[in-house]
């Protein structure tokens, strides 16, 4: 690591996702490279004891004060950092855009991300953090210029991605989207919106739930909505897609729906987002009457998982396009 950061002065990207790379190492590197604009330290599994005693040797290795002025993007995931080793890292990159944490023991962003001074970030990834809920609303509230928003599973930290499947630790409830949705609304720049696996979110199963207010004001504005895993969002949830004269087509492109609880009729709104490109229903309840009509308005979608769809026959799932052509002819 010394030869490569002697070798590199003015690296700008360093990618050492998945490696076996150690804090004390990565110290001289990245003090010998100022200008980095991108580091991406995702999935390093011998970081466990990094708040402890190799904290001290990893900033002992750096410059006093030091900080990378240039940095924009920062990826974590799949660490085992804490709040302890994140907070030093933050106040190092005070022009960060996008901030990737999930599947890490991070718990408490208002303290580090506003300490840490960087609110033009665009990009904020905490799935399958134990962020608790109030915290979330707090710092997003600060984050006006955010675009993306990946905060699926949330309320589980065991830094792994099995972690997902445990849905009694899920701490997004209806009440925290309503929150949330209060201060998304106001946001004039979200582009992609990532709620995979909060499977408590639609169990107060009342009319005009936390999800359709979601979609209606947040969601549909959108160019990517991911809601797979929410197994109480119903078809009705999702009228808000539907175009009004105060709201016109939705921009979606991507959304995936996957093991959901919607159905046919659900087949109506998505017809309306002629954006659509990709759409993801796999183990819902649509059948083949059900998709005909959103292949039929979205003339650019290209990608349908249809995947455990029971109400679509297993030989025409992969070949689905090619079932509506002969049905249409």
Aim: charged share 20%.
């Amino acid at each position: 690591m010394r030869a490569a950061a002697e070798a590199s002065p003015a690296l700008k990207i360093l990618n050492l996702n998945y490696t076996s790379v150690t804090p004390s190492s990565l110290a001289p590197l990245i003090s010998a490279c100022p200008d980095l604009e991108v580091l991406k330290l995702a999935g390093i599994q011998n970081w466990a004891s990094f708040t402890d005693a190799t904290t001290s040797n990893f900033y002992t290795g750096l410059p006093e004060g030091f900080q990378l002025p240039a940095l924009r993007t920062l990826k974590l995931r799949q660490t085992s950092l804490s709040d302890a080793a994140l907070n030093p890292i933050l106040k190092m990159c005070p022009a960060l855009q996008r901030l990737d944490l999930s599947f890490t023991l991070f718990r408490h962003p208002p303290q580090l991300l506003a300490d840490a001074r960087i609110p033009a970030l665009q990009k904020l990834s905490l799935t399958s953090t134990g962020v608790p809920t109030a915290d979330l609303v707090e710092i997003v509230r600060l984050l006006p210029g955010l675009r993306t928003l990946a905060i699926g599973a949330l309320g589980v930290n065991q830094g792994s991605r099995k972690s997902i499947g445990y849905s009694s630790a899920m701490t997004m409830t209806d009440d925290a989207l309503r929150s949330l949705t209060g201060v998304l609304e106001t946001f004039q720049h979200m582009e992609n919106i990532n709620l995979v696996g909060n499977t408590k979110l639609g169990l107060s199963s009342r009319v005009d739930g936390a999800l359709s207010e979601f979609i209606t004001k947040v969601g549909r504005r959108c160019k990517k909505l991911n809601l797979a895993g929410i197994h109480s969002l119903h078809s009705s949830d999702l009228i808000g897609l539907v175009p009004t004269e105060a709201n016109g087509v939705s921009p979606l492109e991507t959304l995936m729906l996957n093991n959901t609880g919607i159905d046919d009729e659900a087949g109506l709104y998505l017809a309306t987002c002629s954006s659509l490109q990709t759409l993801a229903v796999a183990g819902t309840k649509l059948t083949s009457e059900g998709i005909f009509p959103i292949i039929d308005a979205c003339e650019k979608l290209e990608n349908l998982d249809l995947t455990s769809c029971r109400g679509v026959r297993v030989v025409d799932r992969r070949r689905f396009f090619e079932v509506w052509e002969e049905a249409r002819t």
